[in-house]
């Protein structure tokens, strides 16, 4: 029996070259008369372009070129939207898309209105200063509910309201589900907005060689294949003229998903000069012109029994998608789908109304909302927990699906517009397990030794679930080479995942073969040219299960040929450690590079139905995602004084189906939960009335750095998915999803003193501030319940 | 702008080239010399992408200007490599996981070097403490701590 590779903690095949600097990132490309350009972008949340004089920038030394919409021309509209919305009964859309640059009107800071070129970036940045640009304000909309109100000013002015969307989703009958609850909760919970912050900002290097008559793009992008189509259409090129290449990308999060205007814009500034031009957006601009994620104000409502069973739950919320819409509804349907979480809900009314306001655009950034659904269903259940005086641990066990509940149809439609219909599951074993790893039985003891030491510690402990590895399809080429290596070529483009190693490992399982021996390439149309990209945590489930179809199709190949050539029946033969031989005679068989140079002879006679080599195709689409699941648990010690929390320990045990790679799944899960701890506690963009940021820079707004997260003990629990030949289910955004629901849990534990409720999201330090002064202000109290309206029929 | 003549030592190798006084040191290195593995991140010094060596100390090469480097020596993530066998902290970045999209690795791989050159049997909070001065989004830093960890129980040079 060969060895088996799939899940083994293999190390990763793309290090060596990462680590010894030599991995190709898209700002190091260096081509010949390479360009530089810089882009100039507006001031104002919301602005008429009164006028806009380009002359001096045009005459400044090293320049080479200088736009504006007008020299677009019929390149300057509006793109479509990305992501169509499910097909929901009743639904009300606006799609708003931005213009590539604006042409009379911005709508938030940042919005791009003229590009630069010149022969240095130094240069361009000069002659950007030398625009003439007069903007005359306009009120912006800035506040989310504000945005609503009658009188708000209009983002868009050819509409009535600010409205972007509105969107009811429900199944069972609520109304019944509120009359027979024993309790009501009934909150109003807050999440605001942060940035990605991945490390590596965005970029573009475009090449239109007209000898070639090939235009090469090289693209910070999570989806080179769609830019790929997107760039053919729009110049009028064959799809095969256009190569865009996303080479390693210094992390993704969700907005490199997004097309943006200066993927337009830089390819057709090469095609008008016929020289390469670069752009590599800077930090700042970062700030303002790539994505961000979500704002969502919700008033939600639980219909509880006695006994703590969920009998409904009511949710209207507010998302806020910045200046335009073009990712259409992806986060606020996650946010929609997630609050449903692991436990059986007879009854759920979810309404939502998406919101245009003057700041930057709002798309997926890993957990793409569904953190927001998970916020609003912990919170409520640990409010649930405590008017009843139900263990919170328990209350969270006597809701959830059992195994033999899967699938489980929730009866409404998810993001891919397929039915949110979970694969499978099994949630207890994991709260069992992290409660254990977390010391909750114990931690009374520890919390209340802690007090008697002037100490305040609180635990949290949140399950959640993550809809993953949605279709539509990939597709992957494997090739036995003659050298024997083994060739994997795919669509999905990679960003840190570690896709060059799990890829390799499993096509290594079906070749009998090293996965080191395996080179993977990823991201390059003209290596692989079908594919969708790399989101929603489907890279491992879909191109992975491609990888493995296509493996298996050579295998086929190997064992078909062999057979032939050794005169033996293919169930006689055998293959590992790279060789293909007969059972019992290891002598007997060939090498796999051997057998590849005999699948492709230069003379003789090929049977007929034989394609050469050892080489095949393959594509894998699931029906519908598999549906991830975890539970975090954390202790913190609050300071009172200085208001900071520090987490002590932190725990989660996730299942996303059969691991391919346990370290490098552990890896996902750190920083999904380091990316969380910063969502929770210290990320936050502030934007004052007028729409300007006040903290864009790495220095004002706070990533966690090594001195605030903890260490994490990842455990894995593998629940197979049935939906696809790997049982994997995805795990790219899970560490992220809880965090902020464990964070809130364990505050309100710590301080339960004070008895403060949190209902907010990102809980700074100031905030927190806030609202311990507020509660002292009102004398602390034992369990002292919070400010919001509760309901008690 | 008039260009000012300086001459570095880059790697062990010696490099002349006429720069403008504002050429960022960073970009100098990337751009003019093409030792594209220092990566540039927030272009003011607190992300730590694209830390080097400046005659041994870890600088924010972001921070400096290409002038500023005149006459003296430099050591970027492309310099640790002998031979095309990768450096020790290198490989224990390999082994423990240290890196995902590789961004941020470089800076940290040069601040790690010079680190345990200077302390060669560190504290766990005294390797939190010099990790913390990188920003890196993908590892939550814990698998980069353990790789600086075991660099150290390995007596890197």
């Known amino acids: 029996m060969s060895e088996r590779w799939f899940g083994a903690p293999v190390v990763r095949n793309e290090d060596p070259r990462l680590l010894a600097g030599q991995a190709l990132f898209v700002d190091d490309v260096q081509l010949p008369g390479l360009l530089h350009a810089a882009f100039v972008r507006s001031d104002l949340a919301h602005g008429r372009i009164r006028s806009l004089d380009l002359s001096a920038a045009r005459a400044h030394p090293g320049v080479v070129g200088v736009y504006s919409a007008e020299d677009l021309g019929d390149l300057c509209i509006a793109g479509p939207v990305l992501v169509p919305p499910p097909p929901i009964e009743r639904l009300e859309f606006h799609a708003r898309t931005p213009l590539p640059l604006a042409r009379d009107r911005v709508r938030h800071v940042g919005e791009a209105i003229a590009v630069i070129v010149a022969e240095s970036r130094y240069t361009a940045e000069d002659a950007a200063e030398a625009v003439q640009l007069d903007l005359e304000p306009l009120d912006p909309a800035v506040a989310l509910e504000a945005a609503l109100a009658p009188d708000a000013p209009l983002v868009h002015e050819d509409l009535a309201s600010n409205l972007a969307a509105h969107v009811i989703q429900e199944k069972g009958d609520y109304r019944a589900a509120r009359e027979a609850a024993d309790r009501v909760i009934r909150r109003r919970f807050r999440y605001d907005r942060g940035v990605s912050g991945a490390l590596e900002n965005r970029g573009i290097v475009a090449w239109w060689d007209p000898h070639d008559g090939r235009l090469s793009v090289w693209d910070t992008t999570q989806a080179p294949i769609p830019v790929r189509n997107a760039l053919a259409a729009t110049f009028g090129l064959s799809e095969s003229q256009v190569r865009v290449i996303a080479p390693f990308i210094g992390g993704g999060f ?46 939600a409502e639980l219909a509880v029994a006695a006994d703590g069973t969920i009998l409904g739950v009511h949710d209207e919320f507010l998302h806020d998608t910045g200046a335009y819409d073009p990712y259409g509804l992806t986060v606020p349907i996650n946010s929609q789908c997630t609050l449903l979480g692991p436990y059986r809900v007879p009854s759920y009314y979810s309404e939502f109304r998406v919101v245009f306001t003057n700041k930057p655009i709002v798309t997926p950034v890993r957990g793409a909302g569904r953190q927001h659904g998970v916020f609003v269903i912990e919170r409520l259940l640990d409010a649930a927990a405590g008017e009843l005086g139900i263990d919170r641990v328990e209350i969270r066990r006597r809701n959830y699906l059992d195994p033999e509940d899967f699938p489980h149809d929730h009866q409404i439609l998810f993001q891919d517009s397929a039915p949110l219909t979970y694969d499978s599951g099994n949630y207890a074993p994991a709260l069992e397990r992290a409660a254990d790893l977390i010391g909750y039985e114990a931690f009374p003891a520890e919390q209340q030794k802690a007090r008697d030491d002037g100490r305040h510690l609180g635990l949290g402990i949140v399950s959640y679930v993550e809809g993953t590895g949605i279709g539509p399809y990939e597709g992957a080429r494997v090739t036995v080479e003659p050298s024997g290596t083994v060739s994997v070529v795919t669509g999905v483009g990679t960003q840190g995942q570690g896709h060059f190693t799990v890829f390799a490992q499993v096509v290594a399982d079906q070749l009998g073969v090293d996965p080191a021996h395996v080179r993977v390439v990823t991201g390059d149309t003209m290596e692989f040219h079908w594919g969708t990209g790399t989101f929603a945590s489907r890279g491992a489930v879909v191109a992975g299960s491609a990888c493995h179809a296509a493996a298996q199709a050579v295998r086929e190949k190997i064992f078909r040929l062999a057979s032939h050539l050794l005169e033996v029946s293919e169930d006689d033969l055998e293959l590992a450690h790279g060789r293909v031989t007969v059972k019992g005679a290891p002598d007997h068989g060939f090498d796999l590079s051997e057998l590849a140079a005999r699948a492709n002879p230069l003379r003789g006679a090929v049977r007929p139905g034989t394609e050469p080599g050892l080489e095949a195709t393959s594509y894998f689409g699931p029906d519908r995602g598999s549906t991830a699941s975890g539970v975090h648990a954390l202790v913190l010690e609050v300071d009172p004084e200085t208001a900071l929390a520090k987490i002590l320990r932190y725990v989660v045990v996730h299942d996303c189906g059969v691991v391919i790679n346990p370290t490098i799944v552990e890896g996902q899960i750190h920083g999904g939960v380091a990316l969380g701890i910063g969502n929770a506690f210290y990320e936050q963009l502030h934007f004052d009335e007028s729409g300007q940021l006040s903290n864009a820079s790495f220095m004002d707004y706070l990533l966690p750095t090594a001195t605030e997260v903890p260490p994490i003990v990842a455990e894995h629990i593998e629940t197979p998915s049935p939906l696809n030949p790997l049982g994997v289910k995805g795990v790219g955004e899970a560490g992220a999803i809880p965090v902020a629901a464990a964070f809130a849990q364990a505050i309100e534990d710590a301080l339960a003193p004070w008895g403060i409720e949190v209902l907010e999201i990102p809980l700074s330090p100031q905030r927190l501030f806030d609202l311990l002064e507020r509660a002292s202000g009102e004398s602390p109290t034992e369990g002292k319940p919070g400010e919001t309206e509760e309901v008690t029929p | 702008m008039s260009l000012v003549q300086i001459r570095v030592r880059v790697n062990g190798g010696e490099h002349e080239g006429d720069v403008e006084p504002r050429l960022l040191l960073s970009d100098f290195l990337r751009h003019e010399l093409g030792l594209t593995g220092t990566h540039v991140g927030c272009e003011h010094g607190v992300c730590g992408a694209c830390t ?93 701590l353990e790789a600086v960890k075991l660099a150290a129980e390995r007596g890197s040079p």
């Not at chain 2, 430099?74 to 995902?100: I, K, S």
């Not at chain 2, 800076?107 to 060669?120: D, S």
Request: overall charge negative.
């Open chain 1, 254 to 299: 969700g907005p490199k998903i997004m097309f943006y205007g200066e993927e337009i814009i830089l390819p057709w500034i090469s095609l008008q000069l016929g020289r390469p031009v670069k752009w590599i957006e800077d930090r700042y601009e970062s700030f303002f012109a790539t994505t961000q994620e979500r704002e969502q104000i919700h008033d």
């Open chain 2, 52 to 144: 080097v060596l400046l005659d041994g100390e870890p600088v924010r090469s972001c921070l400096l200007f290409a002038v500023q480097a005149n006459g003296r020596e430099l050591t970027t993530v492309e310099g640790l490599a002998e031979d095309g066998d990768l450096h020790p902290v290198q490989l224990a970045f390999r082994d423990a996981h240290g890196l995902q999209c590789g961004f941020c690795t470089p800076g940290i791989l040069m601040t790690v070097v010079a680190f345990l050159r200077e302390q060669p049997s560190p504290s766990q909070e005294q390797i939190r403490d010099v990790v913390s001065g990188h920003l890196c989004r993908c590892t939550g830093y814990q698998n980069i």
